[in-house]
Each structure stands twice: as C-alpha cells, then as structure tokens.
C-alpha cells in the first residue's frame, strides 16, 4: 500500500506529473495517450484485487467501501493532473 500512496501524491502534484508525463513520451510507454508508469500499473493491480475482493461473500457495507476504494484509483487523477481531455484521449487511444 505504500507505494500506491507514495504514486499517488505525484499523480496529483501536476508539476511533479508532467515530469512523469514528458519520461513516459515514447508510444510504447503510453495507452490512451496517458502514461503508463508505476502509478498506473500499481493502480490497476489494486484495482483488480479490490474487483477480486468484490466478488467474494462480504457484507453489502463491506462492498460498498470496497466501490469507494475502487473509484479513488481511476484515471481521472492523470487526466486531471495533465489537463488532458480524457474523451480525446480515448478516440486517440484507439487509433494508434
């Protein structure tokens, strides 16, 4: 969890993240026209075991804490760090 934490504050911070966003240039190193660095990949994979956790037998509360949990790690925080359009960035995500 550190380390989502750690990402997370220069995910926010946009001058800090416009650093990340200018290292992360090459296609390669992008989807949907965002970077694709540590903050994203550590996002997606607590993304996917707070889905796998959803899936199990919890509590209607416990879930509902879970869906909160869920929507504080989408891609908006990089959108709203680079001021990036996130619909412009889908239509060019899916032409490259």
């Known amino acids: 969890m550190s380390a989502i934490e750690r990402h997370g504050g220069i995910v926010d911070d ?5 650093a990340v966003d200018q290292a992360h240039s090459l296609k390669a ?11 994203r ?5 607590h993304l996917s075991r707070l ?3 959803d899936k199990t ?4 509360e416990e879930k509902k804490v879970i869906d909160i949990r ?10 709203r760090s680079l001021g990036v ?3 412009k960035s889908k ?6």
């Open 70 to 79: 869920r929507a504080a790690f989408n891609i908006e925080r990089q959108t």
């Open 57 to 60: 037998r919890l509590s209607d």
């Open 29 to 39: 190193n992008r989807k949907n026209s965002l970077p694709y660095d540590e903050a």
């Open 14 to 18: 946009k001058r800090k993240y416009q």
């Open 51 to 53: 889905t796998n956790m």
């Open 91 to 96: 239509k060019q995500g899916q032409k490259q």
């Open 85 to 87: 359009d996130r619909e």
């Open 41 to 45: 990949l550590s996002f997606s994979s």
